[in-house]
């Protein structure tokens, strides 16, 4: 790891945008929306210490040599990591390319030196991080005190916390139903609490190739502590799972025990209509996902 990735948090921050033109607009619109109190310096303003003094960080666009370089003294003599676009020799931090999901914010850098990379590399992880997450980071923050409180120890809460990030909870609130989100959750961790563990079963409609497996499929495979996978499910497919996913066959899994131990169970192919039916009626999660669609 040549650098190493930190995220400052910005309430009541002070944010210094240093310079002018299309570089130094391109920062301010990182910010927008953000609680720092972001303060723009040009001229005369950009090289005065005085512009700088209790940020948290400064970024220093467009202007000469000269002006960069008065700037950053400037920044300097206050202490403030700095960057300096497109002048990584400069810079005390570079700036990644950033996917903004409220409280959920990721990151990809490459130290400044190929930064198309790192846009590139962003939008395929923005496919990849729903664009409710951060309100599913809002309601967990808002419970953790409760969840804490009700599962102390921390190997009990983190297998909680897995079952509802992909519960009726977490997809209430990536719905922005925050209401329902914080019943549900509340009532999963009662459940929880009194050892009464929910687990449910993804049954994939999957008969392709990997490439054809839906992002939300792929989600599963990754999430799940059981896979029970026909013959023709492939190798490409099964690397998609967890390594230490336990493998059951099909003619020996039995669901409803494994759902009533809290475990999250991925199916490829389903089993029969009757057979999911039967296990919601006794109370199991049951999700059915299908391929994704082939490209014209």
């Known amino acids: 790891m040549d650098a190493f990735p930190a995220f400052f948090p910005l309430a009541g921050r002070k944010i210094v945008i240093a310079g002018s033109g299309d570089a130094a607009e391109a920062k301010a619109r990182l910010f927008a929306g953000s609680p720092a109190q972001v303060v723009r310096a040009e001229g005369e303003a950009a090289v005065d210490p005085a512009a700088y003094a209790g940020a948290a960080l400064a970024f220093i666009a467009g202007g000469d040599a000269a002006f960069r370089r008065a700037a950053l003294t400037a920044a300097k003599a206050n202490g403030v990591p700095v960057n300096v676009v497109d002048h990584p020799e400069l810079c005390d931090f570079t700036t990644p390319a950033v996917i903004d999901r409220g409280e959920v914010v990721a990151a990809v850098g490459t130290g400044g030196a190929a930064p198309l990379l790192a846009a590139l590399l962003r939008r395929d992880i923005e496919a990849r991080v ?3 997450a951060g309100r599913i980071a809002a309601l967990l923050r808002n419970l953790q005190d409760e969840v804490r409180a009700a599962l102390p120890d921390i190997v009990p ?5 897995k079952a509802v990030l992909e519960g009726p909870a977490a997809r209430a609130a990536m719905a922005g139903e925050m209401e329902d989100a914080r019943r549900l959750l509340r009532s999963a961790l009662a459940d929880h609490a009194a050892g009464r563990p929910a687990g449910r079963v993804c049954a994939i409609a999957h008969g392709g190739p990997a490439d054809l497996v839906s992002l939300r ?29 336990r493998r059951i066959d099909p003619a020996d899994a039995d669901l409803l025990a494994l759902a009533g131990e809290g475990l999250c169970i991925v199916v490829v192919p ?15 999660e049951v999700e059915i996902l299908a391929s994704a669609p082939a490209a014209p």
């Open 130 to 132: 729903p664009e409710g």
């Open 270 to 284: 389903p089993p029969s209509a009757a057979a999911l039916q039967a296990l919601g009626e006794r109370g199991v």
């Open 217 to 245: 499929a792929a989600r599963r495979l990754a999430e799940a502590d059981v896979l029970v996978f026909g013959p023709a499910v492939g190798r490409d497919v099964a690397e998609l799972a967890r390594r230490d996913a």
């Open 157 to 161: 809460r983190r297998a909680f916390l």
